[in-house]
């Protein structure tokens, strides 16, 4: 077999799933693909550059993302966009470390230009469209991040505190969790979610009636 660049970041994505992102060197992935090291750097100049590429490959079913067919459902379509990046960078392990530490691909560029395009077509401004897709963005990363640390924390599967103690400490906090539930939960995440998008819209409606 070959070996050519598509190859070489296919067996690296393999290798993250398997050993995660602090894992992946490569050496590792050289052992992987059956050759010396540096062979890699015929196609990748660094580990960074080999990141990025995977970045890209992760990132590349974004490009289909559908356009924004009704302006009314601007909304819906915003919660269908920050889904499709949760479950993007939960694909991988590490896929949220991963793509935080890499640089945006001119892939990710059109998708992006298409979104606000979108957005502008439901009022928004290209700003407030801006700062909308950024948000979301940054709290669906954010919340991975979250989410995927937890996971592999050594005590994850450790016991949990006393509960009576800790309500009677921390008797707010115990109030918010019940409203929220499991911080990394599915109704904690839909919950900040909802809060961006409200923010959103109450922005929409100043805008129309300037």
Known sequence: MA?????????????????GLDGLTLRRLAGELGVQAPALYWHVKN????LDAMAEAM???????PA????????????????RDRAML??????????????????LFEVVERSVASLESAG???????????AVSSYVAGFVLEEQADRMRPDADGAMPDLAAFQEAHPRLMAGLAEVGDPQGERSFEGGLRLILDGMGARLRQETFE
Do not use: C
């Open 47 to 50: 580990k960074q550059e080999l």
């Open 3 to 19: 070996l050519e660049k598509g190859i070489i970041v296919a067996a690296a994505l393999r290798l993250l799933q398997d050993k």
């Open 59 to 65: 990132t590349a079913a974004h490009v289909t993302r």
């Open 124 to 134: 928004f401004t290209a700003g407030d469209a801006v700062r909308g897709l950024f």
């Open 90 to 107: 939960n694909s991988y392990r590490d896929g949220a470390r991963l793509v935080a530490g890499t640089r945006p691909s001119p892939l």
């Open 68 to 83: 924004l067919a009704d302006p009314a459902a601007w909304r819906e379509w915003m919660r269908d966009y920050a889904h």
